[in-house]
C-alpha cells in the first residue's frame, strides 16, 4: 500500500504544478484538464492494484520494479477516438 501512496503523490503533484500554472495564468480550462487527467491516471492505478485480487502486496511490488516503470499520469491521458 505504501508504494501505490507513492504513487498517488506524484499524481497529485502534476495537480500542483498545474494549479500554480492556473494561479499564474487563470487558466481555468488548462486546470480543469488536469484535474481530469488526475481522476483517469488514479482510476488506472486502483484497478491496476486491484487486479490481483487477495494478491495487492504482489502488484504493489510490480508498481514499484524499476525495470518497468510505468508512467500512471499519461496512462491517464485522454484517448482519441480512430476513424476512418
Not at 484535474?35 to 495487492?56: I, V
Not at 514499484?64 to 485522454?78: C, E, F, I, K, V
Request: net charge neutral.
Amino acid at each position: 500500500m505504501l508504494r501505490t501512496t507513492t504513487r498517488l503523490r506524484e499524481l497529485i503533484g502534476h495537480v500542483g504544478i498545474a494549479l500554480d500554472r492556473y494561479r499564474t495564468d487563470g487558466d481555468a480550462e488548462q486546470m480543469d484538464t488536469a484535474l481530469y487527467q488526475y481522476h483517469r491516471s488514479a482510476r488506472e492505478l486502483w484497478k491496476f492494484c486491484w487486479a490481483g485480487g487477495s494478491q495487492m502486496e504482489f502488484v504493489a511490488s510490480l508498481i514499484d520494479d524499476s525495470a518497468a516503470p510505468l508512467d500512471w499520469w499519461q496512462r491517464g491521458t485522454r484517448r482519441r477516438l480512430e476513424r476512418d
